[in-house]
């Protein structure tokens, strides 16, 4: 390893002193923390900027402060530290670890997903899992996410990404809204407020391509939740495209009603996506079998 090399990796006991010294705004409390000596942290704070060759704290009378690179790098230096703590009890405890970190979309998440998590619960008593919720595209390394549930196509750069569901859409709208606009076919909802949601914006203009027409559309308002598209559907204010899977409730109760039974295939589909370097996980693979599952079970209720 050259001296540059050397010089730009500090060791461990410098990146906790400096952890704990951003952390607590002073030595001493870092010192107590550690349970070292004021004078210890304020040699490791000495040792790392020299090594560095920049100033990370400014001192005052108050104790100190960070500088601007200082502020930089104690976040960087916090996740990394972070990291090192749940690798290190991986080794540990030498088996893979238990925690999956997944990524889903919020209403396949809270419509379709979390009510069959008790089965995966059931089957997998030795895992645990945590959800966040993402749309579009993400850093996995930076979020420290294991895999995710992708709403979009199969091109994620860096993983392997397995479709799960393709998914059709269908007009939707309030029994109300039927009832005050004559919708008898395709061409009739050229007429009406279409309702769209932000991230689909070619929606409508893929599904009139699919019957051949290719005019323009009387464009009604615009969201960017799936939950307030549906709002705005239940109160009469237009037309919306929407997954019938994931609107089930709705027409089932009579909230909606399908404006045209007509339904179509997107230009999404689900996806499990996960990076190359933890595809091949054994909590990865094990939920993927799973949700793999799952779906064919759902798809052979629906036929």
């Known amino acids: 390893m050259s001296n540059l090399q050397r010089r730009l990796i500090p060791s461990t006991s410098s990146l906790t002193a400096f952890d704990a010294v951003a952390r607590l705004g002073s030595f001493s409390a870092a010192a107590e923390a550690l349970n070292l000596t004021p004078g210890a942290i304020s040699r490791q704070i000495s040792a790392l900027e020299s090594q560095l060759g920049a100033v990370l704290f400014v001192r005052n009378n108050k104790g100190v402060s960070l500088t601007p690179g200082g502020e930089r790098y104690a976040k960087g230096v916090a996740e990394i ?30 419509r379709w997903l979390l009510p069959r998590i008790p089965d995966y619960v059931k089957s997998h008593p030795e895992m645990t899992l945590s959800f966040s919720t993402r749309i579009g595209r993400f850093d996995f390394d930076k979020e420290q996410l294991d895999a995710a549930i992708h709403v979009g196509t199969g091109d994620w750069p860096g993983c ?33 407020p279409l309702l769209e949601m932000a991230s689909r914006p070619h ?42 899977f994931l609107i089930a409730s709705e027409l089932s109760g009579g909230q909606l009603v399908k404006a045209l039974d007509l339904p179509v295939e997107s230009a999404s589909a689900y996806y499990f996506v996960s990076p190359y370097d933890k595809a091949a996980e054994p909590g990865v693979q094990a939920f993927r079998a799973w949700l793999t599952g799952q779906i064919s079970l759902f798809l052979k209720q629906a036929r």
């Open 160 to 192: 392997d990404c397995q479709l799960l569901l393709k998914e059709e859409v269908v007009p939707v709208c309030s029994p109300d809204f039927l009832k005050r606009n004559q919708i008898r076919d395709p061409a009739s909802l050229l007429q009406v």
């Open 81 to 110: 530290i972070e990291r090192l703590r749940v690798l290190s009890l991986e080794v540990m405890a030498h088996t893979p670890s238990s925690a999956l970190r997944l990524a889903i979309p919020p209403t396949f998440g809270t």
């Open 203 to 244: 929606a409508w203009k893929l599904w009139f391509l699919h019957f051949g027409i290719a005019d323009d559309y009387r464009e009604g308002m615009r969201f960017e939740q799936f939950m307030n598209v549906s709002q705005a559907c239940r109160a009469g204010l237009g037309v919306a495209l929407m997954p019938a």
